[in-house]
């Protein structure tokens, strides 16, 4: 069992216990705090910030709970991501599984983009070396008369920071030859030499983190929705399709 999957059990178990099971002599008792001594869980949901759990209580309350259940944080919050107030579970999960580019005025040309096809803009975090990026690659060739796919470089594994950078620099001088050598993974492409392209890796690599790339390829749809993996069908899950979107897909390195 992954540790963070077992620190939100946790969570659960402090707030679903009575609270003279969790202190013999409480000061204030969580029961207290949230409103009622009957207060429990009613659903949760792990958000992509670390540490932190969305919660609802049997009583309406929309509640962040640390993973290790030791902070319980409960007033108003806000998604600046959206610019939305929270105000439920549901609209919490639903935000936390999309990104809007719009509203944080991020060009991904600033990170490096690579453009293929024309039509609504699909941004993809990729890394060359990562053999689900190469389906993924073989998955949007036929889609690239109804989506501009952006593809983004990152290096997820160490063995693929040299060519990332070859590929950034490479894209200074010859942006076709740059989508050449990330699609196809040629050896003949040039490393890279002094700075060049170290700034727009950095920038990448500071954007895959705050975004929470873990793994390859991390994709963003036209409508903001997230997917983590290579979905397994990028034509249904594009389009919005109920039974693709749930599908996790295959993950990258």
């Given at each position: 069992?992954?540790?963070?999957?077992?620190?939100?059990?946790l969570a659960a178990a402090l707030l679903a216990a009575p609270p003279s099971a969790l202190w013999a002599e409480p000061a204030a008792t969580l029961g207290t705090i949230l409103g009622s001594s009957d207060t429990a869980i009613r659903r949760m949901a792990r958000l992509p910030v670390g540490g932190l759990q969305a919660v609802e209580t049997t009583d309406g309350q929309l509640l962040f709970i640390s993973d290790t259940g030791r902070y319980v944080v409960r007033g108003n919050a806000y998604d600046l991501w959206h610019g939305v107030a929270l105000t439920s579970l549901a609209q919490?999960?639903?935000?936390?599984?999309?990104?809007?580019?719009?509203?944080?005025?991020?060009?991904?040309?600033?990170?490096?983009?690579?453009?293929?096809?024309?039509?609504?803009e699909v941004v993809a975090f990729v890394d060359p070396q990562c053999p689900h990026c190469a389906a993924f690659f073989k998955d949007l060739a036929s889609?690239?008369?109804?989506?501009?796919?952006?593809?983004?470089?990152?290096?997820?594994?160490?063995?693929?920071?040299?060519?990332?950078?070859?590929?950034?620099?490479?894209?200074?001088t010859d942006r076709a030859a740059a989508l050449a050598a990330l699609l196809e993974h040629p050896t003949d492409v040039p490393a890279a030499?002094?700075?060049?392209?170290?700034?727009?890796?950095?920038?990448?690599?500071?954007?895959?983190?705050?975004?929470?790339?873990?793994?390859?390829?991390?994709?963003?749809?036209?409508?903001?929705?997230?997917?983590?993996?290579?979905?397994?069908?990028?034509?249904?899950?594009l389009a919005g399709t109920p039974t693709a979107a749930p599908n996790a897909g295959e993950g990258g390195q």
């Open positions: 069992m992954r540790f963070s999957r077992f620190s939100g059990l919490a999960e639903e935000l936390a599984g999309r990104i809007d580019l719009k509203h944080l005025k991020l060009d991904v040309a600033d990170l490096g983009a690579l453009d293929l096809g024309t039509g609504p889609l690239t008369d109804r989506y501009r796919f952006r593809l983004i470089p990152v290096p997820i594994g160490e063995d693929s920071q040299s060519e990332v950078l070859a590929v950034h620099c490479l894209a200074t030499t002094g700075t060049c392209g170290q700034q727009t890796a950095q920038r990448t690599l500071i954007t895959a983190q705050m975004f929470g790339v873990g793994g390859t390829p991390f994709v963003i749809a036209p409508d903001g929705r997230l997917h983590q993996g290579r979905p397994n069908d990028l034509a249904g899950w």
